[in-house]
């Protein structure tokens, strides 16, 4: 009997013993994992109770605020939106039912004031309420109304980098939400066929058409497998692996240099030239503008898409079998993001050195002082500056002489190419065939903005449906 005992209370130790074991991980070993789960509300439930920081353009207009309710002990703040839907992308929401998302999610420790640990002391100290950090973004109020009202009741969105430093200027999704309307409205708004909860600028997947010549030019010139004066026969039409591709109107250009060939956007040369440089190069400029990984943007990775050639939801590499000459000319399954292609643009403007883009541009704690500010970061070199400059000149005619004449400034040379993409589900379009792109910058020789606008199920052109989107963007941010 005694020894029954004695195993009934070994059993009971070493089950114990277990137990403190699981729970002494999950509280000092996986206490952050625990409580980011999605699951666990009570982070959400403890975040009430701390006036979460506000989060602003870059002028001063309060994006989001946390207002109070109750009092004593059962005060908890609740989050307000007085922009409304101007920028339900990129900021997102929160709200305890429903978490944290877009911008809200990604710099959710700096709002609850987690980051600024010394004044959350202080405070306590001082028996002062808890306070998150205000957080600033480098969003333009007037670049992002005006994409907005170009874009009007459009599908699609516009995304304006600085490419020096890439701070967003302006990132415009339609169409949009109100995050206000989360907390009554967030079954109907993930159900609505039009997506407004998708951020088309992170994460819309669109065929870029005609703008990623541009990344098949530079592969070209950049590797030197070319010179800008180097001439390739563009016949109206050509053979790519067994199959017929043509230009416009099956418009015969006969000899042409790469700068002709993009001014008029020639399909028959771009195809000849992937098959020259061969998928292996393609794909090495492919990753060094950003292709095949998530953007290095500053919002959770589950709420970007990944750009690059797709074989049914599955990202292929250099090793599979693409068809290089349709992909040279924006075709072969490759879908990008309208970020990745504001990227390609950014990275030619700034000299050939992409900057990592980056929404948010400082922190100041409760008190108005400044706990962290931007530091703009190199993502990639792209090109060389030499290449940089011979694409430019190209893109300027474009937009002088070209399909992009759309995207002209009044006394200001800007730079761009145009794209015009078929839309593989044309019944979702309600059979409207085109995706309409433009991508560009300004002024040309000394870039100050660099955008990528594109509109979903048009039967129009990127040279007459994106260009004046993006060229209205642009000029209000020079202040033209």
Known sequence: MNARIIKLFAFIGVTFAVLVGF?????????????????NKRPLFEAQKIKRGRILASDGTVIARSVAKGSGPSLRYVRRYP???TYGHPIGYSFVEYGNSEFEAYHNSELIGDENEFSSIFD????KDPEGDDVFTSIDPNAQATAFSLLG?????VVAIEPSTGAIKAMVSVPPFDPNSVPTDFSALNQDPGAPMVNRVTQGQYPPGSTFKLVTATAALDSGAITPDDTINAPGSIQIQGHPLANDFDQDFGDINVTTALTNSVNTYFAQLGEK???????????RFGFNQKPQLD???GQMSLSGVFDNGTLLTGDDAIDVGRLAIGQERLLATPIQM???????????????????SEVRDPDGRTVKKMDPEKQSDVMSEQTAEELTSAMKDVVNEGTGTAAA?????????TGTAEIPDVERCNGLPNQAWFIGFAPADDPQIAVAATVECTEGQGGTVAAPIAAGVMQTLLGE
């Open 23 to 39: 729970t002494s991980y999950w509280t000092v070993f996986d206490a952050n994992n625990l409580k980011n789960e999605r699951v």
């Open 83 to 85: 922009e409304g839907g």
């Open 124 to 127: 306590e100290l001082r028996g």
């Open 153 to 157: 009741d459009q599908p699609g969105a």
């Open 277 to 287: 440089i061969g998928t292996g190069t393609l794909e090495e400029y492919m990753d």
């Open 299 to 301: 919002l959770p990775d």
């Open 342 to 360: 504001a990227e390609v643009a950014a990275a030619i403007a700034n000299d050939g050195d992409l900057m990592r883009p980056q929404i948010w």
């Open 409 to 417: 400034l009044s006394g200001v040379d800007v730079a761009g190419k």
